[in-house]
């Protein structure tokens, strides 16, 4: 079982920048795929960036240019550095793990982090 634990969110101005951080109970670098996933009030679930085991990216149109996911491997902590914030980023933040073992795959969600973002 892959435990993870998302932090890091908080209030922010417009503008501002957060980075949320997510540990995982093991290695990072031997998942399939992590990603960052939002989920405001009254709304689905959306996908927000994810990265694959090899390191490659993707991001959600809405936050192309000012997010960035990355692995720390010293930490074995997955990050989402969040910049010039825009208050429809204001959402619950939740870490995503994809595992793959012996062919079959098993999916983790963390417990999400509040990012507020208003003036």
């Known amino acids: 079982q892959v435990q993870l634990v998302e932090s890091g969110g908080g209030l922010v101005q417009p503008g501002g920048s957060l980075r949320l951080s997510c540990a995982a109970s093991?290695?990072?670098?031997?998942?399939?795929?992590m990603g960052w996933y939002r989920q405001a009030p009254g709304e689905q679930r959306e996908l927000v960036a994810t990265?694959?085991?090899?390191?490659?990216?993707n991001y959600a149109d809405s936050v192309k240019g000012r997010f960035a996911i990355f692995r720390d491997k010293a930490k074995n902590t997955l990050h989402l550095q969040m910049n010039n914030l825009k208050p429809e980023d204001t959402a619950v933040y939740y870490c995503?793990?994809?595992?793959?073992?012996?062919?079959?795959?098993?999916?983790?969600w963390g417990q999400g982090t509040q990012v507020t973002v208003s003036s």
């Open positions: 093991i290695n990072i670098f031997t998942l399939y795929r």
């Open positions: 990265i694959l085991s090899g390191g490659s990216t």
């Open positions: 995503n793990a994809d595992q793959v073992v012996r062919g079959t795959e098993y999916v983790y």
